[in-house]
């Protein structure tokens, strides 16, 4: 969840451009990096298994608080609307929202299903619903200490995933695409291809295209891999957090019992 909202601060101000051109050693923050919907999203979901909330609930609330902050035109609609209802949407939306269902659950099965709820109140169509699951599923194998080699094998047999691009592939070639099947694939070559957590970040966001998302989404299975995010780097992304959102990450990773 910190991986995810950390890659969200980094990648934001470099969304929609082309990072080819960019060196390795960019500046991980500057004057314009902030949250976006990703983060607010991220943390809605762990409010509402915190809280034992509907996530639909959470998502309005938070989202309807924290306005113009990157929400797609579909989901902005969704938030405004009398009568909120899924839109089936095939967005990225759904993975970038999903990692405190990967930490918080344990079993498989509610894992997944878990995943599909936190998906399917807006994202419900079947490649929305599986972007969940995918990056639900590879954080937790990577909370486990399955290695890299075994989480791809695992993902490519249960989710159907095709990895067959590099990342120097995706850093020559590719485009802006908000879709769960031009996303999540990607951030998860970034993941596979780092050498640490700093690096998985450095390469989902030197891809370009939606980078604040990449970086979310890739930081949060690195997170679980890693176990280990450089403090300066995490207290800098945090810093630029509202306090609220603190306290929901705290209260999380207090009730998991892990030191943040």
């Not at 370009?208 to 800098?236: Q, R």
Request: aromatic content about 12%.
């Amino acid at each position: 969840m910190i991986g995810a909202i950390i890659g969200d601060v980094i990648g934001s101000p470099y969304e929609g451009r082309r990072m080819k051109f960019f060196d390795y050693d960019f500046p991980l923050f500057n004057e314009k990096s902030t949250f976006t919907d990703d983060t607010i999203l991220t943390v809605a979901t762990a409010k509402a298994i915190l809280e034992d909330r509907p996530y639909k609930d959470v998502y309005l609330e938070l989202g309807r608080k924290y306005r113009n902050k990157g929400y797609g035109g579909s989901f902005q609609a969704w938030l405004y609307s009398k009568d909120p209802q899924p839109y089936n949407s095939w967005g990225n939306g759904s993975a970038m929202r999903v990692s405190p269902v990967g930490l918080y659950y344990d079993h498989a099965p509610m894992i997944c299903d878990a995943a599909v709820r936190s998906s399917e109140v807006t994202h419900n169509h079947p490649d929305a619903l599986v972007g969940a699951q995918i990056i639900a599923m590879a954080i937790h194998y990577a909370k486990l200490g399955k290695s890299k080699e075994v989480i791809k094998e695992t993902l490519e047999d249960e989710r159907s995933c095709e990895f067959k691009n590099d990342w120097q592939f995706y850093r020559d070639h590719y485009r802006f695409d908000m879709t769960c099947k031009g996303t999540v694939i990607q951030a998860m070559t970034a993941f596979f291809e780092s050498t640490s957590f700093e690096d998985c970040i450095r390469k989902s966001v030197l891809m370009g295209g939606d980078t604040d998302t990449l970086a979310c989404i890739a930081g949060s299975v690195a997170e679980a891999y890693y176990k280990h995010i450089p403090e300066d780097i995490a207290m800098e992304a945090l810093s630029r957090v509202p306090d609220e959102f603190l306290v929901v990450i705290k209260d999380f990773y207090g009730k998991m019992k892990i030191k943040i």
